[in-house]
């Protein structure tokens, strides 16, 4: 069941649009399995994973806590909110109850898309141990198919997914928006090395297969045109290669000298290399609009005074989760009018103030501080899942500070799988001395 909702999150859990086809197919797969999880499967381990567990279930009671109606004199009163009165008083009605949250639609669709990553949770803590060993390679396989398909783009061949709200002419493979993809990439640049030496084994045939990944991966999202894919690409590759560096120096440790050196010069010099011929090609288009960026033209960074001036006027309370489209249109100026909208910040730290006030912010704060106090145990530890958990989570931070990832199911996923990573559960760690007995 969590195979076939990966399945189905991968090839429609690509957009974060509430109004995307694949929303629908999504969610309705979340429920099914969750539903089917609780006849037929075994119960979920969620003592394992307490943190994983009061962090979103903190999402998931502050988007409930916005939907519960509130008396007109409480819900005017909230920093921002006076202006649905109008409506009331226009039409010589008396005032209704309304909710926290100024946008409920919108509200209700956040609420909504927490079922894909209780979902993940429920049915991840429920499988056996044999089986969740067996995640990263899946992963790795999916971020390869991915990688396929915007290659196959990149080359010319036109497809759209009928699932999400893509852009004719994008490398984006099976999401939206590019930059998510690149991220999605960027996972592997972490996965692939973790993969090589995962449980303690030997390489063997996956060395070369991931040193042949990793340069395919970057050259992809050099294609993909994302700038911040570009920044986490580079971020994941370095992380991946640290973490896996004590099991490849054992490894190398058993032959010449000259052949560890030859080995790392020889990557290092093939990832220049391609790197070189991509922009002489004019294929590195994520560098060219790194180098070509205008932040007269750049949306993020003409409406980030207004986003900011936002965060003053609804705050300490928010203006309820999801509605940021709506609710910039309330407040946008003329001179930032165009055809196109702006559709989220571009920034998800300032976009959850926003949405969720002081609330939120403390929330975000718990699981920063969660990732970080963890991640900081993980490489003190030989374990490498735990450490591939904290890097994931750390590419999807970073990104986050340029785009909305985590708001794409299949990021969601994977965020919640990289959280038990991080968290270490015990039964993912082979124990010296027999158990029996």
């Given at each position: 069941m969590l195979l076939l909702l990966i399945a189905a999150l991968w090839l429609a859990g690509g957009a974060s649009r509430a109004d995307a086809s694949g929303q629908i197919v999504v969610r309705v797969a979340a429920w099914a399995a969750m539903c089917?999880?609780?006849?037929?499967?075994?119960?979920?381990?969620?003592?394992?994973?307490?943190?994983?567990?009061?962090?979103?279930?903190?999402?998931?009671?502050?988007?409930?806590?916005?939907?519960?109606?509130?008396?007109?004199?409480?819900?005017q009163a909230l920093p921002g909110h006076a202006l649905a009165?109008?409506?009331?008083?226009?039409?010589?009605?008396?005032?209704?109850?309304?909710?926290?949250?100024?946008v409920p639609g919108a509200a209700w669709n956040a609420l909504s898309s927490l079922a894909i990553p209780v979902a993940i949770l429920l049915l991840t803590t429920g499988s056996r141990p044999e089986e969740r060993r067996l995640l990263p390679s899946i992963m790795l396989f999916l971020i390869c198919v991915s990688a396929f398909l915007g290659l196959l783009q990149f080359s010319g061949k036109v497809f759209t997914n009928p699932f999400v709200n893509d852009t004719m002419g994008q490398v984006s493979a099976t999401f939206a928006n590019r930059n998510h993809f690149a991220l999605f990439v960027a996972f592997g640049c972490a996965i692939a090395p973790a993969w090589t030496f995962l449980g303690g084994r030997r390489p063997g045939w996956r060395g070369p297969v991931t040193l042949g990944l990793l340069p395919i991966f970057l050259l992809i999202i050099l294609a993909s045109g994302s700038r911040a894919g570009m920044l986490a690409g580079l971020v994941g590759l370095a992380a991946g290669l640290a973490m896996a560096w004590r099991p490849l120096r054992q490894e190398l440790g058993r032959r010449p000298p000259w052949v560890g050196w030859a080995l790392v010069g020889g990557f290092v010099a093939a990832i220049i290399l391609l790197t070189a011929l991509s922009i002489a090609a004019d294929r590195a288009v994520s560098i060219s609009r790194a180098l070509t960026l205008d932040n007269g033209h750049d949306m993020r960074q003409r409406g980030l005074p207004t986003v900011i001036e936002m965060l003053g006027s609804y705050f300490p309370v928010g203006s309820g989760a999801g509605g940021f489209d709506p609710m910039f249109r309330m407040n946008e100026p003329f001179d930032l009018l165009k055809i196109t909208y702006f559709n989220h910040a571009h920034n998800d730290y300032?976009?959850?103030?926003?949405?969720?006030?002081?609330?939120g912010l403390l929330v975000l704060i718990c699981a920063i501080g969660w990732w970080l106090w963890k991640s900081i145990h993980a490489w003190r530890q030989v374990e490498m899942l735990p450490r591939l958990g904290s890097i994931l989570l750390m590419l999807v931070l970073i990104a986050s500070m340029f785009d909305y990832p985590a708001r794409t199911p299949l990021v969601m996923a994977t965020m919640v799988i990289a959280?038990?990573?991080?968290?270490?559960?015990?039964?993912?760690?082979?124990?010296?001395?027999p158990v029996q007995g």
């Open positions: 089917a999880a609780a006849l037929f499967g075994a119960p979920p381990r969620l003592s394992e994973e307490r943190p994983i567990v009061l962090l979103l279930g903190a999402a998931v009671l502050l988007a409930v806590m916005q939907l519960v109606p509130l008396p007109p004199a409480l819900w009165s109008e409506a009331a008083t226009i039409s010589g009605q008396s005032q209704p109850w309304r909710p926290w949250a100024i300032l976009e959850i103030m926003l949405d969720a006030g002081i609330a959280g038990i990573w991080l968290n270490g559960t015990r039964d993912l760690v082979r124990p010296a001395l």
